[in-house]
């Protein structure tokens, strides 16, 4: 009973009690309360948000909406109260097997609303339980016809094929589906581990190609640097001086160094000379100017040292 037709049956009991015990005007008294019970029957009140469903001697009299409203006591009856607010039902489908065998769980919510009231008070018994059912069939049915990489990828795709599904099979109740989301997705601990070993492995294989052509794209940078050194032997060997320095400039370092390596940051001039072998006039002098120096060197050293001339070499005794 509706606060309003509360107060006026109350107000017609206090009335008709008043009439009877205190100015004892007993008919008067029975003819107020009698309207308190008429009231109290016939007066209804709906919200903003409610549909009465009446019916006039098993025929549908109308539906009213929200504000106050009256039956007739005998001849009327409200069959349903339909609320048409969005409502919210949630649903599950376990141990459903998907299109390539797997077993999961699958959790999942619909939001729906009544559309049409006279439809979902007299086309259906229990209009609830019939969404709930009709949920779980269509999710089952989803899952059994999607491969497991398609329900765990593409979530908004079976969220739209499932509300398309069960709007179809509701439609006729009057209930409009607004929208349904799946919540979750549970697959046995067994295949999980499976599945996190097979991205591992993905993961892996895609690492090693990276590194592979990484490699490659070194190889040709070290073969253009090798051109580069092939005709510039300084360069190579100023490369080299410049790694020595690098793993000798911290403190504490002890380097190994082989002579062979050493021996290459100081060339004779016999590898200059080869070295520059493109120009040979350059080279012819510069031969020229070595053989110079050599002799320069070994006349006065073979003077200054009291070396003996080939006339002053004793001569053996005579017999």
Not at 91 to 101: G, I, R, S, W
Not at 175 to 202: F, G, K, W
Not at 287 to 313: C, D, F, M, R
């Given at each position: 009973?509706?606060p309003?037709?509360?107060?006026?049956?109350?107000v017609?009991?206090a009335?008709g009690?008043?009439s009877?015990?205190v100015?004892?005007?007993?008919?008067l008294?029975?003819a107020l309360?009698?309207?308190?019970?008429?009231?109290a029957?016939s007066?209804?009140?709906?919200?903003v948000?409610?549909?009465f469903?009446i019916?006039?001697?098993?025929?549908l009299?109308s539906?009213r909406?929200?504000?106050?409203f009256a039956?007739?006591?005998?001849l009327?009856?409200?069959?349903?109260?339909i609320?048409?607010?969005?409502?919210t039902?949630?649903?599950?489908?376990?141990?459903?097997l998907t299109?390539?065998t797997?077993?999961v769980?699958?959790?999942a919510?619909?939001?729906?609303?009544v559309?049409d009231a006279e439809k979902a008070a007299l086309?259906?018994?229990?209009?609830?339980e019939?969404?709930?059912r009709?949920?779980?069939?269509s999710?089952?049915?989803?899952?059994?016809?999607s491969?497991l990489?398609?329900?765990l990828?593409d979530?908004k795709e079976?969220d739209?094929?499932?509300?398309?599904?069960?709007?179809?099979?509701?439609?006729p109740w009057?209930i409009?589906?607004t929208?349904?989301?799946?919540?979750?997705?549970?697959?046995?601990?067994?295949l999980?581990n499976a599945?996190?070993?097979?991205a591992q492995a993905?993961?892996?294989k895609?690492?090693?190609?990276?590194?592979?052509?990484?490699e490659?794209?070194i190889?040709?940078?070290?073969v253009?640097?090798a051109?580069?050194?092939?005709?510039?032997?300084?360069?190579?060997?100023?490369?080299?001086m410049?790694?020595?320095?690098?793993?000798?400039?911290?403190?504490g370092?002890?380097?190994?160094?082989?002579s062979?390596m050493v021996?290459?940051?100081?060339?004779s001039?016999?590898?200059l000379a080869?070295?520059?072998?493109?120009?040979?006039t350059?080279?012819?002098d510069?031969?020229?100017?070595?053989?110079a120096?050599?002799?320069?060197?070994?006349?006065?050293?073979a003077?200054?040292?009291?070396?003996?001339?080939?006339g002053?070499?004793p001569?053996?005794?005579a017999?």
């Amino acid at each position: 009973m509706n606060p309003v037709t509360s107060f006026l049956v109350l107000v017609l009991v206090a009335a008709g009690l008043a009439s009877g015990y205190v100015e004892h005007q007993l008919y008067l008294g029975i003819a107020l309360i009698a309207a308190a019970a008429l009231v109290a029957a016939s007066l209804k009140m709906a919200n903003v948000w409610q549909k009465f469903v009446i019916l006039r001697m098993g025929k549908l009299q109308s539906v009213r909406g929200a504000g106050l409203f009256a039956i007739i006591p005998v001849l009327d009856s409200v069959v349903a109260v339909i609320d048409g607010r969005i409502q919210t039902t949630a649903f599950n489908a376990e141990q459903a097997l998907t299109k390539d065998t797997v077993p999961v769980n699958v959790d999942a919510i619909i939001f729906w609303h009544v559309q049409d009231a006279e439809k979902a008070a007299l086309a259906i018994t229990n209009y609830r339980e019939a969404i709930d059912r009709v949920a779980q069939t269509s999710l089952r049915e989803m899952i059994g016809g999607s491969m497991l990489a398609a329900l765990l990828s593409d979530r908004k795709e079976a969220d739209e094929q499932l509300k398309v599904e069960i709007g179809q099979k509701t439609a006729p109740w009057g209930i409009s589906v607004t929208s349904v989301e799946i919540r979750d997705v549970a697959i046995p601990e067994a295949l999980q581990n499976a599945m996190s070993r097979q991205a591992q492995a993905e993961r892996e294989k895609q690492a090693r190609v990276i590194l592979g052509s990484a490699e490659a794209a070194i190889a040709g940078k070290f073969v253009e640097a090798a051109a580069v050194y092939a005709g510039h032997p300084w360069a190579l060997q100023l490369r080299a001086m410049n790694i020595i320095y690098e793993t000798t400039k911290e403190r504490g370092a002890t380097i190994l160094m082989p002579s062979s390596m050493v021996d290459s940051l100081n060339p004779s001039a016999a590898t200059l000379a080869f070295a520059l072998a493109g120009n040979d006039t350059l080279a012819n002098d510069r031969a020229s100017e070595s053989i110079a120096a050599l002799a320069s060197k070994t006349v006065p050293a073979a003077a200054g040292n009291g070396a003996l001339e080939q006339g002053s070499l004793p001569r053996p005794a005579a017999a």
